[in-house]
């Protein structure tokens, strides 16, 4: 498996699996004297480690992130950062039942496909554990960010579980960190308790849409025609493991919309173009606007159920398979920190490259 690794100048490179005795992240392209620690990192992964609520997987694994190299008396020195979390409670014999099954829905079955190697224990590199070094990562990108763009502001939060979406009336920036499903609906997060509960307890699991949105980024990044904003933003979220879809703005729903609909009328404000809608999600043509930027992604279900599912086994015969261990009833909740890392990661990469082309914005308006 030989890509393992995002990123243009600022590049980052995963590894380990979520069974091994570690993984982590190897950072090239960090910009030097960066303050950093490994506090300021932690801060990051335990948004999303495992075994915080009973919405979660009860794997109890601190995530406790160490910096390896890249990184001398608080500052980072420009050279790779080595970012190491170590697993700590793996039971790779909740796995032993599934040996030669597939999981369907899972990964496992096409990984075996194309390596004829099957890491049964918890699902190897397809494992959701992997992201934790992203979002190590991710709060690497966002330390550098804050000292380039210090009004820059990532917030990632949960829009709908299952059929479940929120109520945009209700909207309060507030409430997403008051409950466990990064909601900025307290209606809907109390709705969702009961409703995640009765999945969790009957061993099925469900699907969710994270939006992710950030403001303060500049006009300008991006470049036509293959290094657009929007596509690297895409790519990142598609990534994610158990992400079966991103759209940006308006997305799909741009077309239901009209031409007179769709498009953000633009007006002279006191610091530049102002717009009076945002269908674009701040990127047009792949360059952004300078208004919000809005991604949203959608998280299929967690395919380690419960719930007695056909399969075959590794000679091809059929056979039924439930899968024991410890998962998320609904994955998508700890998807949140990890949509914020990779927004941070590809803003950062994106701000290194227009800065090295460009420097400052060539077209002036006004």
């Excluded at 439930?322 to 998962?327: P, Y």
């Excluded at 803003?347 to 400052?360: A, N, P, S, T």
Aim: hydrophobic share 35%.
């Amino acid at each position: 498996m030989s890509i393992n690794s995002f990123g243009h100048l600022f590049r980052v490179t995963t590894w380990g699996e979520s069974h091994g005795p570690a993984l982590g992240a190897t950072v090239d392209g960090c910009p030097p004297g960066v303050e950093i620690t490994e506090a300021m990192l932690q801060h990051w992964l335990d948004k999303r480690k495992p075994g915080q609520n009973k919405y979660t997987t009860q794997r109890r694994e601190p995530d406790q992130v160490e910096i390896l190299s890249g990184v001398f008396e608080g500052q980072t020195t420009g050279t790779p950062v080595q970012l190491m979390i170590r697993n700590t409670d793996q039971r790779s014999k909740d796995y032993s039942e599934i040996v030669d099954k597939f999981r369907p829905g899972h990964a496992d079955i096409t990984y075996y496909q194309k390596y004829g190697i099957r890491d049964y224990r918890g699902g190897g590199r397809s494992s959701a554990r992997e992201t934790a070094a992203r979002v190590a990562a991710g709060g690497l990108a966002r330390a550098v960010l804050a000292q380039i763009v210090p009004d820059l502001v990532i917030t990632g939060y949960m829009v709908q579980m299952g059929p479940h979406q929120i109520d945009r009336d209700r909207f309060d920036a507030a409430q997403i960190a008051q409950n466990p499903f990064w909601t900025p609906d307290a209606q809907a997060a109390e709705k969702w308790v009961g409703y995640l509960d009765n999945l969790r307890k009957s061993g099925n699991s469900v699907g969710a849409v994270i939006e992710v949105t950030a403001k303060g980024a500049p006009a300008g990044l991006g470049a036509p025609v293959y290094g657009k904003l929007d596509t690297d933003i895409a790519a990142a979220m598609m990534s994610i493991n158990a992400v079966k879809g991103v759209e940006i703005g308006a997305g799909m729903g741009a077309a239901t919309l009209t031409g007179e609909d769709n498009a953000d009328e633009i007006a002279m404000g006191p610091d530049g173009p102002v717009y009076n809608s945002n269908h674009a999600g701040g990127i047009l043509g792949g360059i952004s606007t300078g208004q919000e930027i809005v991604c949203r992604f959608a998280v299929k279900p967690t395919s380690s159920i419960l719930k007695p599912r056909a399969t075959i086994t590794k000679s091809g015969e059929t056979t039924e398979i439930v899968t024991k261990g410890r998962h998320d009833p609904c994955v998508g909740i700890r998807a949140v920190p990890v949509g914020e890392a990779m927004m941070a990661c590809v803003l950062l990469d994106h701000l290194l490259l227009h800065r090295g082309q460009i420097g400052e914005n060539r077209g002036h308006i006004g």
